[in-house]
């Protein structure tokens, strides 16, 4: 039997310097078999190791509907993400996955999405964001509300542009108070007070949100005041992970493990998890 741990090697093609201290690597399948069978949903995530340095934990940041290559955007934050800063065009590194649930969009058909997404957790939003775009006709509308501490801080900006150039979809960016320069043309507002401003209708309407616990805690009581029911929203948990693969048990609240149970949820089955997550 195949080692489950064993990572497929990927080849960086591609970098890009989202802010000062999140980057997007795009990695490319290096058997040519498997990059033609490899296939994954909106949502799940995957192990990335930089060799002798250890794995780390990322969602991936493409689309579902993208099969020459698959993107992450990571956050630099300790020991493998520093490994992952250095690595160049060319390297190689180790990709397993893709692991855990995903957005069902094939249950949300039809509904008006809401999207919003504060600092790297715009990452898993990119990924879900994106696959609605490449299969447009099948929802309503779309809203993105992109925010981040500062106009620095804010990822994605390039591809923000783009997107609002669509009629067919709204794309709103917003900073924290204080983070705006002279430059800003967006609005000045944490993500949950910009998203009860905008003030979404909950009919036929569905809300994934993904950021810090913080903007989370704020989040759900904004989206309930506005209507939307715990099972309208959706988001996916960051939880501390080891083997991605429901055996360690690094990951678990309760008898739930978020790496295969989850990671995406809804605030409803959320609210029937243990307290402490
Ligand atoms: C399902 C899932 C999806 C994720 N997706 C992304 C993503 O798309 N982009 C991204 O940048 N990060 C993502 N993360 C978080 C990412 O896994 C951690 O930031 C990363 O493992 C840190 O590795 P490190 O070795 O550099 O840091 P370490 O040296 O392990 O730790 C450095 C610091 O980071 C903190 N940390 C470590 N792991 C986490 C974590 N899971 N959540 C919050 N803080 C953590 C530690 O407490 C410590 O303070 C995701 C995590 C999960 C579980
Ligand atoms: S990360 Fe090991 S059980 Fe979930």
Do not use: H
């Not at 992109?146 to 801080?153: I, L, Y």
């Not at 983070?179 to 007070?193: A, L, Q, R």
């Not at 569905?206 to 950021?211: E, P, Q, R, S």
Request: hydrophobic share 40%; with cysteine.
């Amino acid at each position: 039997m195949d080692n489950i741990y064993r990572p497929y090697l990927m080849r960086v093609t591609a970098i890009k310097d989202e802010t000062p201290d999140v980057r997007t690597l795009r990695l490319e399948f290096q058997d040519e078999a498997v990059r033609q069978s490899f296939r994954f949903r909106t949502g799940q995530f995957g192990e990335y190791s930089v060799f002798g340095a250890g794995e780390c934990v990322f969602c991936i940041s493409s689309p579902e509907t993208c099969t020459d290559y698959i993107e992450c955007s990571f956050k630099l934050m300790g020991k493998v993400t520093t490994a992952l800063r250095q690595v160049e065009v060319g390297d190689t590194i180790g990709f397993r996955g893709p692991y855990g649930n995903w957005f069902p969009l094939d249950e949300l058909q039809g509904k008006n999405m809401v999207f919003a997404g504060g600092g790297i957790g715009m990452a898993p939003i990119r990924s879900v964001f994106q696959t609605c775009l490449d299969r447009r006709e099948e929802f309503g509308d779309l809203l993105l509300i992109n925010g981040a501490r500062s106009v620095a801080d804010l990822v994605y900006k390039a591809e923000m542009e783009e997107w609002a150039k669509r009629e067919d979809v709204t794309v709103v960016k917003t900073v924290d108070p204080g983070g705006e320069d002279e430059s800003w043309d967006g609005k000045v507002g944490f993500v949950p007070t910009v998203v009860e401003e905008l003030a979404p209708s909950p009919e036929n309407a569905v809300a994934i949100t993904c950021g810090p616990p913080i903007m989370i805690k704020f989040m759900l009581p904004v989206l309930d005041r506005l209507g939307f029911q715990p099972e309208q929203i959706i988001t996916t948990l960051e939880n501390k992970m080891k083997c991605g693969l429901g055996k360690c048990g690094r990951c678990n609240i309760g008898g739930v493990y978020v790496c295969k149970d989850g990671p995406v949820f809804t605030a409803a089955q959320l609210a029937q998890l243990p307290a402490d997550f």
